[in-house]
């Protein structure tokens, strides 16, 4: 079954406590991208990578660090999270990055940063 | 600066009616415009893609047209039903990847 998969699908932790969320992906797309949601602010783009070894700033990239070492995956890394981290994030992946391809986005992990 | 607004947060409608969403940009020139449905708590959902050059496009109850001279995409959802509850988002881009409008919440009242 083609789909995106993430983990943790939930992280209580605490400020400071380094952690990594991972995201994977089976239909050998090239491009993946991360998201975070929040209320009233829709989803805001983090970081995105058009693909192996190429990575790039969204909106939103503070705070947080990125790889992509294969194609499959694209693990979010929060190096010393804080509160403001608090949201839900979602990773998405498609075929090629411009809009005449459709995202497929994974389960989402709701992060809380106490 | 680029902008995607997406015409109400919330909109209520009577089962059975026509719901109409908006989808407005500004300092865009998107060649395609996309449409999601995110249910609560979970991931987005392709729906549809349109074309600049494709006026309207149908998938069984919906319907989406892109008029390139407004800078607008009208989402239609004929027939409401309460399964149709949901967020809708927007999505397109330009010399970027995929932005997302906020969406507009649909509630279809029974």
């Known amino acids: 079954e083609a789909q995106v998969t993430q983990n943790p699908r939930y992280l209580i932790t605490v400020t400071g406590k380094k952690l990594t969320v991972t995201c994977s992906q089976n239909?050998?797309?090239?491009?993946m991208s991360w998201y975070r949601q929040d209320p009233g602010l829709g989803l805001r783009q983090i970081y995105y990578?058009?693909?192996?070894?190429?990575?790039d700033k969204g909106d939103v990239p503070e705070g947080y660090k990125v790889s992509r070492k294969e194609k499959r995956n694209f693990p979010l890394i929060l190096e010393s999270p804080s509160p403001n981290q608090t949201s839900l994030y979602f990773c998405?992946?498609?075929?090629?990055?411009?809009?005449?391809?459709?995202?497929?986005f994974g389960p989402g992990t709701r992060l809380t940063v106490t | 600066s680029q902008k995607i607004e997406q015409n109400s947060e919330a909109l209520n409608i009577q089962e059975g009616k026509t719901a109409t969403l908006t989808c407005n940009y500004t300092?865009?020139?998107?060649?395609?415009l996309q449409w999601y449905r995110q249910d609560p708590g979970r991931g987005p959902v392709f729906l549809l893609l349109?074309?600049?050059?494709?006026k309207e496009k149908r998938k069984e109850r919906l319907k989406v047209t892109f008029d390139t001279t407004l800078k607008q995409s009208l989402f239609h959802i004929t027939a409401s039903q309460p399964a149709d509850s949901a967020t809708y988002l927007c999505?397109?881009?330009?010399?970027?990847?995929?932005?997302f409008g906020k969406g507009t919440r649909l509630s279809v009242i029974a």
């Open positions: 300092n865009y020139s998107p060649a395609y």
């Open positions: 990578s058009m693909n192996v070894e190429v990575t």
């Open positions: 349109i074309r600049e050059n494709e």
């Open positions: 239909m050998n797309h090239e491009y």
């Open positions: 998405a992946s498609s075929l090629s990055w411009t809009s005449s391809y459709e995202q497929y």
């Open positions: 999505a397109l881009s330009g010399n970027t990847p995929l932005v």
